[in-house]
């Protein structure tokens, strides 16, 4: 698979580097290294560029670099459109001198119009341990549950646990009783019942899987489920919905990438 990799020059973009092995499904394909820059910058780039490049070439990456001139994620998304890839990965919130790219931003209008999955990490997610639990949030759409076609492949390459969420959001469905205590209980219930197919095709495949319901605000609830089950990467798609109960998962994705401790990876719909 081939995997863009955005770059400013601040030692916080260049953290993602660490990721890029982890975030790649298979070992085909290059990784293609990028800087969006101003005219004044060519020659600081391009020796950036040939740093990182060495850094991933003695991993065994095969590296390729390219430098480009405009707005970051405009010329990110233009490249992810003309070219033949498979994932982009980059970090969030990383500044290079007067050269701001307020990644922040940039990182959520990337993830909004990427025509490939995105793996993201903030300050607070950039140092991954080996990857032992990988956190999947299905809502039950058939959207939501593409994340598995990313998750499914990172948890064998890591021999890692699947921890699929399932969350009742109060007031989207009616069958989900109105008391939190008691809705609370009935949780883990309806996760295991909702998500027992993907469950079994899983296992049937080899993975280890376990099932966790929880009751609350979908952003909310994954974030306490990152904690409580000691999560190392989440995958997740956006736009997921099912029927009456919408999670409206470009926002959600969002809001747990600006609080995430760990990674996520975001499956996008191609256009």
């Not at 790649?24 to 740093?51: C, K, P, Y």
């Not at 990988?134 to 058939?142: A, K």
């Not at 029927?243 to 409206?248: C, I, K």
Request: proline share 6%; aromatic share 2%.
């Amino acid at each position: 698979m081939n995997v863009l990799v955005p770059l400013d020059g601040s030692d916080l973009s260049d953290s993602i580097l660490a990721h890029v092995q982890t975030a790649r499904r298979d070992e085909e394909g290059e990784v293609h290294l990028v800087r969006v820059i101003e005219e004044a910058d060519q020659e600081e780039a391009a020796a950036h560029l040939e740093e990182c490049k060495a850094q991933l070439e003695a991993c065994g990456l095969t590296v390729q670099t390219l430098i480009l001139h405009g707005r970051p994620d405009e010329q990110i998304l233009q490249t992810l459109e003309a070219g033949d890839y498979e994932l982009v990965c980059m970090a969030t919130h990383g500044r290079s001198g007067l050269d701001r790219w307020i990644r922040g931003s940039v990182a959520e209008r990337v993830l909004r119009g990427a025509p490939t999955p995105v793996f993201l990490a903030n300050p607070q997610g950039i140092s991954l341990p080996a990857v032992a639990r990988i956190l999947v949030p299905l809502d039950g759409s058939r959207l939501a549950g593409k994340a598995l076609t990313l998750a499914g492949p990172l948890a064998s390459k890591a021999d890692a646990e699947l921890v699929l969420l399932h969350v009742d959001v109060p007031g989207a469905n009616p069958s989900v009783h109105p008391v939190p205590e008691v809705a609370t209980r009935k949780a883990q219930e309806r996760a295991e019942a909702a998500l027992e197919g993907a469950k079994a095709k899983l296992e049937a495949k080899g993975a280890r899987v376990r099932v966790v319901g929880r009751y609350g605000a979908p952003a909310d609830q994954i974030m306490q489920a990152i904690e409580a089950e000691t999560i190392d990467l989440v995958a997740m798609s956006s736009h997921g919905r099912t029927g009456l109960s919408r999670w409206r998962f470009g926002s959600v994705a969002e809001k747990v990438l600006r609080q995430c401790r760990c990674p996520v990876l975001v499956w996008r719909p191609r256009r």
